[in-house]
Nanobody
Protein backbone atom coordinates (compact mmCIF):
# COMPACT_ATOMS: atom_id res chain seq x y z
CA UNK A 1 0.00 0.00 0.00
CA UNK A 2 1.20 3.48 -0.88
CA UNK A 3 -0.27 6.58 0.70
CA UNK A 4 -0.08 9.81 -1.26
CA UNK A 5 -0.79 13.25 0.15
CA UNK A 6 -0.87 16.34 -2.04
CA UNK A 7 -0.27 19.89 -0.87
CA UNK A 8 0.42 23.30 -2.32
CA UNK A 9 -2.86 24.08 -4.01
CA UNK A 10 -4.61 27.40 -3.62
CA UNK A 11 -5.90 30.51 -5.32
CA UNK A 12 -3.63 32.36 -7.70
CA UNK A 13 -4.05 35.05 -10.33
CA UNK A 14 -3.59 34.27 -13.99
CA UNK A 15 0.08 34.36 -14.89
CA UNK A 16 1.11 33.26 -11.42
CA UNK A 17 2.82 30.11 -10.21
CA UNK A 18 2.20 27.30 -7.77
CA UNK A 19 4.19 24.25 -6.80
CA UNK A 20 2.29 21.15 -5.84
CA UNK A 21 3.93 18.51 -3.69
CA UNK A 22 3.05 14.86 -3.28
CA UNK A 23 4.37 13.05 -0.21
CA UNK A 24 4.50 9.27 -0.49
CA UNK A 25 4.70 6.70 2.27
CA UNK A 26 4.34 2.98 2.72
CA UNK A 27 6.46 1.41 0.00
CA UNK A 28 9.71 2.09 -1.84
CA UNK A 29 8.93 5.32 -3.63
CA UNK A 30 11.53 4.81 -6.35
CA UNK A 31 9.69 1.68 -7.53
CA UNK A 32 6.78 3.76 -8.77
CA UNK A 33 6.19 5.85 -11.81
CA UNK A 34 4.38 9.04 -10.87
CA UNK A 35 1.70 11.09 -12.51
CA UNK A 36 -0.25 14.27 -11.92
CA UNK A 37 -3.86 14.35 -13.05
CA UNK A 38 -6.49 17.04 -12.84
CA UNK A 39 -10.25 17.16 -12.96
CA UNK A 40 -12.24 20.29 -13.59
CA UNK A 41 -15.97 20.52 -12.79
CA UNK A 42 -18.01 18.68 -15.38
CA UNK A 43 -14.95 17.28 -17.11
CA UNK A 44 -13.16 13.95 -17.10
CA UNK A 45 -9.97 13.45 -15.17
CA UNK A 46 -6.97 14.03 -17.43
CA UNK A 47 -3.29 13.25 -17.20
CA UNK A 48 -1.27 16.43 -16.93
CA UNK A 49 2.26 15.07 -16.52
CA UNK A 50 4.01 11.78 -15.89
CA UNK A 51 7.46 10.83 -14.71
CA UNK A 52 9.37 7.57 -14.78
CA UNK A 53 10.84 5.91 -11.69
CA UNK A 54 14.23 7.54 -12.03
CA UNK A 55 12.94 10.81 -13.41
CA UNK A 56 14.68 10.24 -16.70
CA UNK A 57 11.53 10.27 -18.83
CA UNK A 58 8.67 12.74 -18.76
CA UNK A 59 5.33 13.26 -20.45
CA UNK A 60 3.26 16.44 -20.60
CA UNK A 61 -0.18 17.11 -21.94
CA UNK A 62 -0.10 19.58 -24.82
CA UNK A 63 -2.09 22.06 -22.77
CA UNK A 64 0.68 22.41 -20.16
CA UNK A 65 3.87 21.91 -22.17
CA UNK A 66 6.37 24.64 -21.51
CA UNK A 67 4.49 25.80 -18.40
CA UNK A 68 4.46 22.82 -16.03
CA UNK A 69 7.38 20.74 -14.82
CA UNK A 70 7.11 17.38 -13.07
CA UNK A 71 9.96 16.20 -10.87
CA UNK A 72 10.71 13.88 -7.99
CA UNK A 73 13.11 13.46 -5.12
CA UNK A 74 13.37 9.74 -4.41
CA UNK A 75 15.49 10.32 -1.31
CA UNK A 76 12.67 12.38 0.23
CA UNK A 77 9.74 10.37 -1.19
CA UNK A 78 8.37 13.48 -2.83
CA UNK A 79 7.02 14.35 -6.25
CA UNK A 80 6.38 17.86 -7.48
CA UNK A 81 4.45 19.72 -10.12
CA UNK A 82 5.77 23.22 -10.76
CA UNK A 83 3.07 25.23 -12.51
CA UNK A 84 4.00 28.54 -14.14
CA UNK A 85 2.07 30.98 -16.29
CA UNK A 86 -1.17 29.64 -14.90
CA UNK A 87 -4.38 30.19 -16.80
CA UNK A 88 -8.00 30.15 -15.64
CA UNK A 89 -8.48 26.93 -17.60
CA UNK A 90 -5.93 25.27 -15.30
CA UNK A 91 -8.49 25.49 -12.49
CA UNK A 92 -9.16 21.95 -11.24
CA UNK A 93 -8.56 19.48 -8.48
CA UNK A 94 -5.08 18.08 -8.96
CA UNK A 95 -4.23 14.52 -7.99
CA UNK A 96 -0.93 12.73 -7.76
CA UNK A 97 -0.82 9.03 -8.51
CA UNK A 98 1.70 6.22 -8.33
CA UNK A 99 2.02 3.13 -10.51
CA UNK A 100 4.32 0.11 -10.69
CA UNK A 101 4.60 0.22 -14.47
CA UNK A 102 8.09 0.45 -15.87
CA UNK A 103 8.79 3.66 -17.76
CA UNK A 104 6.12 6.31 -18.22
CA UNK A 105 2.59 5.55 -17.14
CA UNK A 106 0.46 7.58 -19.55
CA UNK A 107 -2.81 5.71 -19.22
CA UNK A 108 -5.09 6.43 -16.24
CA UNK A 109 -4.94 3.00 -14.59
CA UNK A 110 -2.70 4.02 -11.74
CA UNK A 111 -2.40 1.85 -8.65
CA UNK A 112 -2.57 4.55 -5.96
CA UNK A 113 -4.11 8.00 -5.74
CA UNK A 114 -3.95 10.96 -3.42
CA UNK A 115 -7.01 12.82 -2.19
CA UNK A 116 -6.44 15.84 -4.41
CA UNK A 117 -5.70 19.51 -3.93
CA UNK A 118 -7.69 22.39 -5.37
CA UNK A 119 -6.05 24.86 -7.72
CA UNK A 120 -8.04 27.93 -8.66
CA UNK A 121 -6.73 30.47 -11.16
CA UNK A 122 -8.55 33.78 -11.29
CA UNK A 123 -8.63 35.96 -14.37
Amino acid sequence: QVKLVESGGGLVQAGGSLRLSCAASGRTFSNYAMGWFRQAPGKERELVAALSRTGGSTYYADSVKGRFTISRDNAKNLAYLQMNSLKPEDTAVYYCAADLRVGLATSPEYDYWGQGTQVTVSS
